[in-house]
């Protein structure tokens, strides 16, 4: 078990750039979740998938935001015309099934 | 909609005092509870998790909880802590005859004295 991989683990851009960020799941998990972190908050739900398959998308996840799972493994995450609002850290998890998600380092995104 | 509270913030304990961190969630349904803890620098882990069965769970390093279903709550106990406990700790709350999304709470953050 490597456990759950995030890249970059921080970024750094200027508000009004594109910025993809990539999670490497537990090879065997076929589902894999994004979440976004804000100071003193708790992770908020962005998306999942089954597989390849994008089950659900939270309000949160404006049409700035996409993500992708095209061969059911790694994901990317892409947010475009990035806002101030946009920094935060970007957390990946994944799972077996109903079994518990494993999470991993997060990106973090800073916003200039 | 699920939701998730937690009562404290920020806790600060000394070194073999007693814990009890408060977690109320909210969802009239069946639900999946878990703490998860971020100790610094370190990513989520999970501490322990409740799905069904006996509502008292242990979990790792001396935790448990204790699932109420009349009160809606899963408090997150342990009797004597210890400086390497300070960490942050998130409840959290899945309604899997809805989705398969996890809510979580804001976080406490439990600081412990040496």
């Known amino acids: 078990d490597t456990g759950v991989s995030q890249n970059p683990r921080h970024k750094i851009t200027k508000r009004g750039q594109n910025v993809t960020f990539r999670c490497d799941p537990i090879?065997?998990?076929?589902?894999l979740y994004w979440y976004r972190q804000t100071l003193g908050q708790g992770p908020e739900f962005l998306t999942y998938f089954q597989n390849e398959a994008q089950l659900e998308k939270s309000r949160l996840l404006s049409d700035r935001f996409s993500a992708e799972r095209p061969k059911g493994s790694f994901s990317t995450l892409e947010i475009q015309r990035t806002e101030q609002g946009d920094s935060a850290m970007y957390l990946c998890?994944?799972?077996?099934?109903?079994?518990?998600?494993?999470f991993g380092d997060g990106t973090r995104l800073s916003i200039l | 909609a699920q939701s998730v509270s937690q009562h404290n913030h920020h806790v600060i304990l000394s070194e073999a005092a007693s814990l009890e961190l408060g977690c109320n969630y909210s969802?009239?349904?069946?639900?999946?509870l878990f703490w998860y803890v971020q100790y610094p620098g370190q990513h989520l882990q999970l501490l322990l998790k409740?799905?069904?069965?006996?509502?008292l769970v242990k979990g790792i390093k001396g935790f448990e909880a204790e699932f109420i279903k009349s009160k809606f709550s899963f408090n997150l106990r342990k009797p004597s802590v210890q400086w390497s406990d300070t960490a942050e700790y998130f409840c959290a709350v899945k309604a899997p005859d809805r989705d398969d999304k996890i809510i979580f709470g804001k976080g406490t953050r439990l600081h412990i004295l040496p």
């Open positions: 409740y799905f069904s069965g006996d509502p």
């Open positions: 969802y009239g349904g069946t639900v999946n």
């Open positions: 998890a994944s799972s077996l099934g109903y079994q518990p998600q494993h």
């Open positions: 090879s065997e998990h076929n589902r």
